[in-house]
C-alpha cells in the first residue's frame, strides 16, 4: 500500500509508515526512534566533512507526518539528540522553532544510550523523560532491544536495514521494521544514521521501506 501498511501486532492495529515512523491509531501516537538531532553537528565539531541540513530534513518530516495523522502524542525511543556537541545555537533553534510549531502535542522520551550521554532535552522543548520500558497498551516502550518478562517489546537502537537482492548481482539495501512476538524493531528515523543487515528468520516479518511504499518480505 502506498505510504503505510496496516498489520495486526498483539492485537493492535500499527500501521508502518514509509517514512520510518508507526502510527498507533487506538493511541493517537507517532512512535519514532533513533532520530540522531545534531549528529552531522557533532562531526564537523570533529572536522568531519559531513553535509549540513539533516537536523532540517528530519524536522520536516516530522512535521509532515503530524500533519498527515492525528497525532496526540510523539513517542520516540530513544536517541534523540545525538551527543553534547549537538547542543549547537542553531540546532537547538531548528528544534525550538518545529516545538513552537507543536505546542499541543505531548512529546516523550524513552532514554537510549546517546540520550545519557548528550543529556535531556532543555525543558524549554516541553519533553517528558523516561527511563526505560515505558508501558503503554500492551507494549513496553524501549530503546535497547532486550526482551521485558512480560511485555512485547517495541524499540529502535539498532537502526534495522534489509537488503533487497535481484539479477546480475544487483542489490538494493533498504531500512525496515522488524516484527517479532517479543521484541519488534523501528528503523532509524535520523536522516544521517548508518543499518544494521537483517536477515529472515523464523517468527520474524521484515517490513522494508522506501520511494514512500512499505513492502513485505517472505519468512
Given at each position: 500500500m502506498?505510504?503505510?501498511?496496516?498489520?495486526e501486532?498483539?492485537?493492535?492495529?500499527?500501521w508502518?509508515?514509509?517514512?520510518?515512523a508507526?502510527y498507533w491509531p487506538a493511541?493517537r501516537?507517532?512512535?519514532v526512534?533513533d532520530?540522531?538531532i545534531?549528529?552531522?553537528?557533532?562531526?564537523r565539531?570533529l572536522?568531519?566533512?559531513?553535509?549540513?541540513?539533516?537536523?532540517?530534513?528530519?524536522?520536516q518530516?516530522?512535521?509532515?507526518?503530524?500533519?498527515?495523522h492525528?497525532?496526540e502524542?510523539?513517542?520516540?525511543?530513544?536517541?534523540?539528540?545525538?551527543?553534547?556537541?549537538a547542543?549547537?545555537p542553531?540546532t537547538?533553534?531548528?528544534?525550538?522553532?518545529w516545538?513552537?510549531r507543536?505546542?499541543c502535542?505531548?512529546?516523550r522520551?524513552?532514554?537510549?544510550?546517546?540520550?545519557?550521554?548528550?543529556?535531556?532535552?532543555?525543558?524549554?522543548l516541553?519533553?517528558?523523560?523516561?527511563d526505560?520500558?515505558w508501558l503503554?497498551?500492551p507494549?513496553?516502550?524501549?530503546?535497547e532491544?532486550?526482551?521485558?518478562?512480560?511485555?512485547p517489546?517495541?524499540a529502535g537502537h539498532?537502526?534495522p536495514?534489509?537488503?533487497l537482492?535481484?539479477?546480475?548481482?544487483q542489490?538494493?539495501?533498504?531500512?525496515?521494521?522488524?516484527?517479532?512476538s517479543?521484541?519488534?524493531?523501528?528503523?532509524a528515523?535520523g536522516?544521517?544514521?548508518?543499518?544494521?543487515?537483517?536477515?529472515?528468520?523464523?517468527?520474524?516479518?521484515i517490513?522494508?521501506?522506501?520511494?514512500?511504499?512499505?513492502?513485505?518480505?517472505a519468512?
Open positions: 502506498n505510504g503505510h501498511l496496516s498489520i501486532h498483539c492485537a493492535e492495529t500499527l508502518l509508515l514509509a517514512d520510518r508507526i493511541q501516537a507517532l512512535l526512534a532520530v540522531h545534531g549528529k552531522a553537528a557533532s562531526y565539531a572536522h568531519q566533512p559531513v553535509p549540513k541540513g539533516t537536523t532540517a530534513a528530519t524536522l518530516r516530522l512535521d509532515s507526518l503530524l500533519a498527515t492525528d497525532c502524542q510523539l513517542i520516540i525511543l530513544g536517541d534523540f539528540l545525538h551527543a553534547r556537541a547542543r549547537t542553531a537547538m533553534a531548528l528544534l525550538q522553532a516545538r513552537n507543536h505546542p502535542l505531548h512529546v522520551l524513552i532514554r537510549g544510550n546517546h540520550d545519557r550521554h548528550a543529556g535531556d532535552p532543555p525543558g524549554e516541553n519533553i517528558e523523560v523516561h526505560e520500558p503503554l497498551g507494549f513496553a516502550l524501549q530503546h532491544p532486550t526482551p521485558h518478562p512480560e511485555r517489546v517495541l539498532v537502526h536495514v534489509f537488503t537482492r535481484g539479477r546480475a548481482r542489490r538494493l539495501r533498504l531500512r525496515c521494521f522488524v516484527m517479532q517479543q521484541v519488534s524493531l523501528l528503523p528515523f536522516e544521517f544514521t548508518g543499518g544494521w543487515d537483517m536477515e529472515r528468520a523464523p517468527g520474524r516479518r517490513f522494508p521501506t522506501g520511494a514512500d511504499q512499505v513492502w513485505t518480505v519468512e
